[in-house]
């Protein structure tokens, strides 16, 4: 089984920035793309930004030129940096991890979730 856990959310003021983080662990063999996700009070969940094995990343317009999403293989990390940030970032932002188990299943997986809040 594979875990998802996501950190570094809170209360930021518009134009600040936060970091997070999205640890994976269990029986993981590779992780293919890692993604973030949020959702907004009201809205459905949206990509925010996807990033493949090969370090190839792709960002709803939205964010481009303020969020950029990275990951460490090694030690099974995520993580998506978050500058100028508008009250309309404000949301419940999700981890993804898509790859296979040591046992050569194929997995998704999604983390509990993290609140974000940007305060005008």
């Known amino acids: 089984q594979v875990r998802l856990v996501e950190s570094g959310g809170g209360l930021v003021q518009a134009g600040g920035s936060l970091r997070l983080s999205c640890a994976a662990s269990?029986?993981?063999?590779?992780?293919?793309?890692m993604g973030w996700y949020r959702q907004a009070p009201g809205k459905q969940r949206e990509l925010v930004a996807l990033i493949s094995s090969g370090d190839y990343a792709n960002y709803a317009d939205s964010v481009k030129g303020r969020f950029t999403i990275s990951r460490d293989n090694t030690n099974k990390m995520g993580y998506l940096q978050m500058n100028s940030l508008s009250p309309e970032d404000t949301a419940v932002y999700y981890c993804?991890?898509?790859?296979?188990?040591?046992?050569?299943?194929?997995?998704?997986?999604w983390g509990q979730g993290i609140q974000v809040t940007v305060s005008s």
């Open positions: 993804n991890a898509q790859g296979s188990t040591r046992d050569y299943h194929p997995f998704a997986s």
């Open positions: 269990g029986s993981i063999f590779s992780i293919n793309a």
